[in-house]
């Protein structure tokens, strides 16, 4: 398979209380159509992925309320919901519309205004992408369930408490290189061993924030894609995977299933191996999200992602750098737009256009989970 | 919660521990399920008591909870793979938050989980306590 992504473009990441929702995502619309140099009247369709609008800023009907803003109406606008991982299943849906010969040019975004409830709303409703019946009603948060699988990592395992936290250290190092990243600051592992407790084993700083923010693509056909580019980047490989969406119901507690079934057919559909992946961007909504990633995706053996992160592996200019825009941690996670923004990030390292935070690199992979593993979608990148 | 049919129709799940049996396999399920996924349109579901005796498997203390919750942080989830088979969630307690360890033996007890605020439903259901040895 072979999609070209023509065109990027992404809003600051942050706590942007003068922006309203519709807002962020015509900003990095206009700018991922501006980067391909297409014009809003050759764009066919729109696919947005968003977790919550509904709940975050009382507002349904997104899809129409975009394309309207966007001053692209009677286009067909539609939304994809999958939690944490909405904006990578809009990427596959704008995909899977092109390769079906139904379109030549799409927009594929994602967007999330998080900041416009109070912080105890906002956790509310991210609890939602857990079992609301059988988890959540019970006093089990988002957070938990991730410091459950961190918890019993590093029983079966040996993963240590410093190796999570060197996820966390690592992330934001890379961000300081991100223009667009939520924060600029470097940590400590001594910053995350001493931050607040938020569910044992996992603190505040293993934790990703509460962000505003939008990211956009330009998809096009091999052919049309010619018109616009010589030198497009290729999604060679796309996978999507569910899982029980109780976390307890799973076989295994520290191994997130989607995660192995959606890379296993993004693999196969790209004719890659983990090994041939050079940069990638993975979900680290809590640190033990990356060493689990890592591990799920093929890039070391399952119980050995501490250890490889611990020896710099992960590291820009290590074995396999990952999460160089600063990661969900970092650059931040506006929940629907991330698995787009994912996406951004991997084209940019591949035309070369990373600066601070380059690496040399010809096939990229972007990795987005929703839940606590309930979802995932995996694609894969090629320089044209 | 705030959804009074909600809560009731999972009454005898969640006071009683009752799960489901798919008769075509012999597969135990709680949480409940309707359809087995082993045998799918071949299920044969009833439901089936639950001993309510188990041990955990992962667990963590809740520091930063929902509102309804806050008063009773820091407290203790956990996963519990059941004698029977079956894994659930709940809240540990009777046990010190640093006492707690994977592979403990617990068992069911029937506690009062949340409210609807001062005047609203309260809401009962299983939480576990170890065993004592």
């Not at chain 1, 010589?230 to 969406?245: C, F, M, R, V």
Request: charged share 20%; proline share 4%.
């Amino acid at each position: 398979m072979k999609v070209a992504i023509i065109g990027v473009g992404l809003t600051r990441f942050g706590e942007l209380w003068e922006t309203s929702f519709s807002h962020l995502f015509v900003e990095a619309g206009a700018n991922a159509l501006r980067d391909a140099g297409v014009d809003g009247k050759d764009v066919e369709a729109i696919f947005v992925g968003n977790m919550s609008a509904g709940r975050f800023v009382d507002q349904e009907h997104i899809s129409c309320l975009i394309a309207d803003q966007a001053g692209l109406n009677p286009i067909p606008a539609t939304r994809i919901e999958a939690a944490c991982a909405s904006g990578g299943h809009a990427l596959r849906q704008g995909i899977m519309s092109i390769l079906s010969g139904f379109h030549d040019l799409v927009v594929v975004g994602g967007v999330e205004k998080m900041t416009d409830v109070m912080t105890e709303s906002t956790t509310q409703t991210l609890a939602t992408a857990a079992d609301q019946e059988w988890e959540a009603f019970l006093g089990m948060t988002f957070p938990g369930l991730y410091a459950m699988m961190a918890r019993r990592h590093m029983y079966e395992f040996g993963t240590t408490r410093e190796q999570l936290a060197l996820v966390s250290v690592k992330n934001h190092r890379n961000a300081i290189h991100n223009p667009y990243a939520q924060y600029h600051v470097e940590i400590t592992v001594d910053d995350v061993l001493n931050s607040p407790i938020i569910a044992d084993p996992l603190r505040l700083l293993d934790c990703s924030p509460i962000t505003d923010g939008a990211a956009c693509v330009v998809l096009a056909s091999e052919r049309k894609a010619r018109e616009y580019t010589d030198s497009p980047i290729y999604i060679t490989g796309s996978g999507q995977a569910t899982s029980t969406l109780s976390l307890h119901s799973r076989k295994q507690i520290p191994v997130v299933d989607s995660t192995i079934n959606a890379a296993k057919e993004a693999y196969k559909r790209a004719g890659k191996s983990p090994k041939d992946i050079q940069v990638a961007e993975v979900h680290d909504a809590f640190t033990i999200g990356e060493i689990m990633a890592i591990e799920n995706l093929g890039f070391f053996n399952i119980g050995e992602g501490g250890k490889a992160t611990e020896e710099g592996e992960t590291e820009i200019g290590g074995k396999i750098p990952v999460n160089t825009s600063g990661g969900l941690k970092a650059k931040g996670h506006p929940v629907g737009a991330t698995g787009v923004a994912q996406a951004v990030e991997i084209v940019l390292q591949l035309r070369g256009d990373a600066k601070g935070r380059q690496v040399d690199a010809d096939i990229g992979l972007t990795h987005n989970v929703g839940g606590s593993g309930g979802t995932a979608v995996v694609h894969i990148y090629e320089k044209g | 919660m705030s959804n009074v049919p909600r809560f009731w129709r999972n009454l005898k799940r969640r006071y009683n521990l009752i799960g489901t049996k798919c008769l075509n396999c012999n597969e135990l399920y709680f949480p409940p399920r309707q359809l087995c996924p082993k045998c799918r349109r071949a299920s044969k579901i009833e439901d089936v008591q639950l001993k309510g005796r188990g041990e955990v498997l992962t667990y963590t203390i809740i520091h930063s909870a929902p509102k309804r919750f806050e008063g009773q942080t820091p407290y203790i989830m956990a996963i519990i793979q059941l004698e029977e088979g079956p894994k659930l969630t709940a809240q540990i307690v009777d046990c010190d938050p640093t006492e707690i360890d994977i592979g403990m033996k617990v068992e069911m007890v029937f506690r009062r989980i949340q409210e609807d605020g001062d005047a609203g439903l309260i809401y009962y259901g299983y939480k576990f306590r170890p065993i004592a040895n």
